[in-house]
């Protein structure tokens, strides 16, 4: 809350310790979501792929390459000059593009009269030659799908919703399109974009080339599954000039991947030898990461002369390429690249700190005199737990909502205590099962190596409490607040937030908040 410095200063001045004393009274009482761990500065969590391809682009740029956009879509022809012979089993991996055709729509008396019911009234001979003139622009491509309806819905001087009912009930055409494919293709590889930009700029531009891309690539697999996606990233760089060699590759392969904790590196050959690599050249990479051992992480090679003439190119060029989501998999040790990918499709796993922060109060007081409230009923219910009943002991006497109010902690019974065994348990948080427990030799495992919530029962009834007592003395009525056997959260006050509590029960994890409390809180109204 807010305070008079000038105030404190004369405080201060005046008697420095009882200023210092009383520094608290500056302090508001914090509700349940201002307390930790509930209350927290949550740092947002980068995707692993992307955080993965920004220390790629970082490297790269570091070594002194530059970053380039290559060409996406692919046509068939230049998959054949790439990949010569190879081509008709690379071609049967890709995705061709493919689209919807314009058809050529007629319109007859027929259809001017069903166009008229839908309008309630007759179309114009003006209408009719627009709507001829329009539709004769849209299949040849000047006027476009998306413009369509808004262009139709201009010329009969109606409402687009209309126009759409028009479409389908008098324009089937539009509804039977089935798609077209073209021969153009999504690229499958990094190397069908780098042999266009080679051939484009080679000869305008200082050699070396040293030219890095981070972008996807489409594969169209049978299936996707742990190690495999239809669409990938993959880091691919080339080094053009004279007197680039194998070894260029090497070189590139040490100083990209050291950046990311590998040590020692192996060079074996690909028995898959890709028509587009000279023969014997394509190289897989392996590497020693000092937690995870020998991994393949990429693959280089030099370019086929009979690959890069198709283009002009006349000079050596090497490719690395690396796959993005699998150094990702290495980097974050995951074992299923469809979850590490698309983690929103699989089950989400929760710390039990993560728990912890998920579990609140179901009702706690709004005022501040309200939580004065409750901290007093919890100090008093301490001191005196152990008080043999019946008994009665006074927690809290004040103003609230301008009345005289006195607030106690009881227990009528004979032959009990004022506070049941269950009172002081603390929940905590343990290999995902939450648990009530007190403090005792009993549940030291739980107390030492469970995560703590930071809320006992205590705390909780005394909150229920000082909730209710808000309610009735706002309607100037008194309140009396019981709590016995606990069996589950809500018994003692606490609710489990929806995704914690969903995680917890797909995995079968245990909520245990049971215990005998046996404690009353009684409000009354002072006269």
Known sequence: MRFDPEEWKERARKDFEAAWHEGPQTLSPPGMAGTYPRKFYPRARPHPIAETIQRLREVYLGMGFSEARVPLFIEEQDVY?????????????????????????????????????????????????????????YKKGTVDGDELTHELAEV???????????????????????????????????????????????????????????????????????????????????????DVTIEDGKAVSEALLSAFGFTDFEFRPDEKRSKYYIPDTQTEVYAKHPE?????????????PAALAQYGVGVPVMNLGLGVERLAMIEYQA?????????????????????????WMREEPQTATGREIARAVVATATEHAA??????????????????????VVEDEEDSKLCGPATFNEVYVQDGKVLGVPNTPQFGK??????????????????????????????????????????????????????????????????????????????????
């Not at 319109?107 to 539709?135: M, N, P, Q, S």
């Not at 042999?195 to 169209?220: H, N, Q, Y």
């Open 81 to 137: 000059k790439q990949f010569g012979p190879e081509a008709s089993a690379v071609l049967d991996r890709v995705f061709y593009l493919g689209g919807l055709p314009r058809p050529n729509v007629g319109i007859g008396k027929k259809r001017l009269e069903e166009i008229g019911a839908i309008l309630e009234r007759e179309v114009t001979d003006v209408e009719e030659e627009k709507l001829r003139e329009t539709l004769h622009a």
């Open 156 to 242: 009969l001087s109606c409402d687009d919703g209309l126009v759409v009912r028009i479409m389908d009930e008098v324009f089937p055409e539009f509804r039977e399109l089935a798609p077209e494919s073209s021969r153009t293709t999504l690229r499958s590889h990094m190397t069908s974009g780098w042999f266009l930009t080679l051939g484009a700029m080679w000869e305008k531009a200082p050699l070396p080339v040293r030219m890095f891309s981070i972008d996807r690539c489409f594969r169209r697999e049978q299936e996707e599954g742990p190690t495999r996606l239809m669409t990938y990233h993959s880091a691919s760089c080339i080094v053009a000039g004279e």
């Open 292 to 304: 995870i051992g020998w991994v393949e992480v990429a693959t280089f090679g030099m370019y086929s």
């Open 335 to 359: 074992d299923d690249i469809r979850a590490l990918t698309y983690p929103q499709f699989f089950p989400q796993h929760f710390t039990d700190l993560d728990i912890a922060r998920a579990i």
């Open 387 to 408: 008080a043999p009943s019946p008994c009665a002991f006074t927690a809290w006497e004040g103003d609230l909502f301008g009345r005289k109010v006195r607030v106690s």
């Open 446 to 527: 739980v107390r030492k190596k469970g995560t703590p919530a930071h809320i006992s029962y205590v705390q909780t009834v005394a909150a229920l409490a000082a909730a209710r007592i808000e309610e009735g003395v706002r309607c100037g009525e008194e309140a009396s607040v019981q709590v016995k056997m606990a069996k589950v959260p809500s018994d003692v006050n606490l609710r489990i937030a929806g995704h914690a509590m969903r995680y917890l029960t797909d995995n079968n994890k245990k909520i245990d908040l049971r215990g005998p409390v046996f404690v009353t809180v009684r409000a009354e109204i002072v006269e």
